[in-house]
């Protein structure tokens, strides 16, 4: 029934890409943690790098379809670590987001956003791709809702942001309609507005996060600090950057967490508008190529998944390079592929797993 | 809920929306690419300069104060060094959460250090935070292994002030302290910030401006913990500059042992050019208390104290002249041609407006001549009577009496010299003819500051040249800042007014003869044999007889002794003013005095007859002027790196040492164009502080 699966048929420009996306972020990180206790953590990055590679291998083996038939496995036993976590997880900063299980500890919240890409994906497959009924749309509220609302409750305000996009990619994808598209957005901006001024769901440091971006200068000794300090670094960095291992604000400390949430300032610092704007261009070949992916795919639940892990990426990269250039508020979401951190990059490599999964079976039938 | 998921394959997405989607991500992309070109592009010039001022921060180097010698320079005041802490609050840090610790660490009190904080809240962030000086060395400890915890902490390295110990001269040297909240309305400290180091008495206030110098800073990048990760460059401070006082240690010192614990003070001055030699006030204070950051009790306890130890008595004491004003009577009286042929028969006082004022003894028939040296009361209130309160008045202004004499320490009183008009001002009243009265023997309303005293007796005694009175070299000083130091020191100043010649020698010999014993013993105490010591005695009442008896055993109401006496009696060269409150009598001052004077004698004797002794290198021992529990006299190998060098190869250890006084001729022969201007002029060889 299936034809002879060939690496042949991976796609090797879209890994191209990343791989040079991860020689940047390596270097970045080197560059970024260098004289500091943080010293040595891009060859760190390159395990978790190397791993996520081998699992990306590992995942496009398995045919995509079985692991929507998981999906909803996957999902229930997710829902119910971010329930432990809540409970009993480890408590770090003032937020509980990890859980320990033996000698590894996992932050289950990255992880449930592959699984919710591969539920979202196979229930508005199983829809058919044909007009969604309100029913039908609150379920999937549902399914994405209670995860975020779990994930916010960490508190990890940024991570559960995340889960947004898939839910507006299948709907948008998965068949609504115009009309139900507008009353949505009215009566999302009715909630969001409840949220914001019922002053009970966002917690004061988090709203002081979403709004000194505004204008950073208000309070440049507290939230605005960090958004001060990385418009500094990259506008500083001018049109060529000012070197590499020679970036004052990333080596004076000024940024914030140059190797994660800022690295992108850090990398703009060093290696100016010329080197920022070629990031841009490799995620922006990277999307194209998912999203050619996703064209091509055998079948709608393949087309959705790659859809799926093309909004979590899209909206990763909008937020975080926003927020790092000022557009944006400071949410505490990572640059995929770039900022150090093993859940994000494992997510990344699985994200791109299955969508080579998918690629690979495009001539099946 | 999820049925099989094998029942649509073959259903494709829509390839219109994919389309959608990949315009929207290229649209965003756009927006992120102009965003990048705004900042990187537009803004790289902007961000720059803020990229720039994020990392360096000036590290300020105080500038060590200028240090202060004797007449021949002996080092009288001198700098240790110290580090003091700062805190920096640019850092992104949150500071108040630190406080407790940073105040355990330090030794200090929690509250106090958050009222400081608060202080410091409406000024720039960039600006440091002094919050202690004087660490300890476990405490400069603390902040070098705790840099990872507290960034926020940065230690400078100071020149502190040393002062003699046990207060010597303390009143007119001065202190330093830190800029209070209401100094800095002062437009005196209109360019100083809270935390500088100002001179805020005597010496160390006057010549704040020269002696403070100019601070420097250390330009350093840092990162935002503030931690130094490189060094840009230094710009150094401009040390201030030293000043030679008029001051001559040996005389100081025996007007320091002379008054003792005694309540009064003592002014020596030449007066022919107004050098004062020495000038003490007791009770006094230790300034140095006030070279770090004295506390608010032991503050409270200096201001309050009845004894008054932080008032210089020598230009701020303002009291009854008693006897001693009978040489301006005498002067009045005879350039008056009253005196001259006045005889006055004194039957132990005399009544006046039918009251009958008392005289000590019956001096019999009197004239000018005998009634100076025997003091005689009677023969004063007559001639008080005869010229009048406005004619008094008018040679007191003359002398310099109630104005001040413009010596170059802040604070000097003008004292009071009654007159119809000064009446009529300050109590809308006329005078009354009785009041002039006990004018005549300096008591009533009159009163005078020791240093008027000296002034005024001296010039008399120089035929009339009085002389501004200063502590420090003017020779030494900058044109601009002497003029500046002329006119925000107005006073009587320079003044020549001579009286006839014959009038010169009645008035002087008959100081002179005040101190011979066996005459009229008025002063006797004073005597010294071979030396042409001439003076006046003093004794005044503290209060009126009804109001000593008002006042009851609580008060001491003894009276205050005065002395002044000039060396020799015609055109002296030393002066001094003895001023003894509640001595008793005046020839207790006297007696005072006459220890001050034999120092004074037996060093010119020295000078002027041992003309080799004098120039060798001698050895003055400075045990009793150095404090011994400074942490400065510890071994130089510790701390030996600056500024520490001192003056004159003096030998710091042990709190004792001795300073080489090199003779003049070799002074001069080593006279080195590093030194200063006014240095090289100078008999006395200075090293130069190195910096």
Redesign the interface.
Known sequence: MRRFLSFRDFDWPLLLMVIVLCCLSVMEVHSATMHTRFASFESKQIIWMVAGMAGMFVLSKIDYHRLLDWAPWAYWIFLLSLVAVKLVGRRVMGARRWIALGPIQFQPSEWVKLVLVLAVARYFANLGGRDVSWKEIFKAFLMVGVPMLLVLAQPDLGTSLTYAPILVAGLFLGGISFRQASILIVCGTALAVGVWSSGKILKPYQKARLTSFINPNNDPRGSGYQIRQSLIAVGSGGVWGKGMEKGTQTHGYFLPIPYTDFIFAAFSEEHGFVGAVFVLLLYFGILMRLIQNAQTASDLPGSLIIMGFVAVLTFQIMVNVGMVIGFMPVTGIPLPLMSYGGSSVLFAFLGLGVAMNVRMRRFVN | ???S?????????P?F??TV??YG??L??L???G???R???L??N???Q???Q??IRKVPILAARGKLFDRYGRLLVDNYPSTSCYLVREQ?HDVEADLPMIAEGLHLDLDQLKTTMRHYRGMP?YRPIPIKADLTADEVAFVAAHKGELPELETIEVARRLYPRDGYAANMIGYVGEVSEQDLDNPRYAMDQPGDVVGKAGVEETYDELLRGTDGSRDV?????GRE?GFLGIQHAIPGRDLRLTIDNDIQRAAEVALGDREGAIVVMDPRNGDILAMTSHPTFDPNDFAVKINGAEWAKLVTDPKHPMMNRVIQAQLAPGSTFKILMSVAGLQEGIAQNMKVYCNGGATFYGHFYACDQHHGEVDIEHAIPWSCDTYFYTLANRLGIDTIAKYAHEVGLGQPTGIDLPGEARGTVPSTEWKLRNFHEKWFAGETISVGIGQGAVTVTPIQLARYIAGIASGGHFVRPHVVDPNQLPEGFRKALLESFPGSGDATIPPTEANWDTITDGMAMATMPGGFDTAAASHLEGVDFAGKTGTAQVASHAAIARMGKGVDTRPNGWFVGVIPRRDPHFVIAVLWQHGDWGSNAAHLAAQVATVWVNKQRMMDHNVLEAQAPKQVEMGAVWSQERPMVRDRGIHGKGNQETAGGSDFRGGHFLIDVPPVQVAEAVGSSLLPAWLEVSPIRFKEKAH
């Not at chain 2, 998921?5 to 997405?13: A, F, I």
């Not at chain 2, 990048?221 to 913990?225: E, L, M």
């Open positions: 809920m999820y049925s998921s094998t029942s649509n394959r073959g259903e494709k997405l390839t929306k994919l989607v990949q991500i290229l965003m992309m927006a992120l690419v965003g990048l070109w900042l990187q592009v803004g790289a902007n961000f720059r803020l990229a720039e994020n990392r992104g962030g990048i840092v990162d935002s913990h990760v």
